[in-house]
């Protein structure tokens, strides 16, 4: 059963415009969420994390947005650049022990 | 601060051999996570231990797979009598503590032949 979800196997975008990265878990006690970037060959790399006393975190040209009620959340990257091509998963726990990933968004960025 | 490391990188394998997989976390690191990986998935989660005890077990795959942090440093995961299925990405992750951020070693890429 997929607690976490990522619908959208893959987006392009134009360099420069924003990268708009969504994700939908099931369990409401889920309440500590991470992104992580992962390139081929490589190990996910951490970019943004957010608890659930919190609706928004920045961090440079990555944000990620909470939404409790509908939950929900989203990644959004701007302004978006080549080197952000990659496979971007979402990840979510219950007190930051075990985490659930989704199934990735295949981001291209377009130069 | 090296990272998190995993040993070996790439192993193949025979359908029925054993294999260990080794990964040192973060130094100052409590938490340490095994995950697997297949493809077009995201990981999946296996088991995970605070220093040497090991929290979670139930998500193994299965009684062929075992874990291990004998003195909460180093953690080993291991397959035995491995089949066709087991083929996947192995992940390892630490973290300094619950609530923290994981971080990701590259990987053990598993072959069974």
């Known amino acids: 059963d997929q607690q976490v979800k990522q619908n959208s196997p893959s987006l392009s975008v134009q360099e420069g415009r924003i990268s708009i990265l969504n994700c939908d878990y099931t369990?409401?006690?889920?309440?500590?969420f991470l992104w992580y970037k992962k390139y081929p060959a490589e190990g996910p790399t951490f970019l943004i994390s957010i608890s659930s006393i919190k609706d928004k975190n920045e961090d440079g040209r990555f944000t990620v947005f909470l939404n409790k009620s509908a939950k929900h959340l989203s990644l959004h990257i701007v302004p978006s650049q080549p080197g952000d091509s990659a496979v971007y998963f979402c990840a979510a726990s219950e007190s930051g022990n075990q985490f659930y990933f989704g199934t990735g968004t295949s981001l291209t960025v377009i130069p | 601060d090296t990272g998190v490391s995993q040993d070996p990188r790439h192993k193949i394998t025979k359908r029925g051999q054993n294999v260990t997989f080794r990964c040192d976390p973060i130094s100052e690191h409590n938490r340490l996570y095994w995950y697997r990986q297949t493809l077009g998935q995201g990981p999946e989660f296996l088991t995970y231990?605070?220093?040497?005890?090991?929290?979670?077990k139930s998500r193994l795959l299965s009684d062929r797979f075992s874990a291990e942090r004998p003195k909460g440093s180093f953690s080993t995961l291991e397959i035995q009598r491995t089949e066709q299925g087991d083929s996947a990405m192995y992940l390892c992750?630490?973290?300094?503590?619950?609530?923290?951020?994981?971080?990701f070693g590259p990987g053990t890429r598993l072959t069974v032949t």
């Open positions: 369990n409401s006690m889920f309440d500590y």
């Open positions: 992750a630490s973290s300094l503590a619950p609530g923290y951020e994981q971080y």
């Open positions: 231990f605070q220093n040497e005890a090991q929290l979670e």
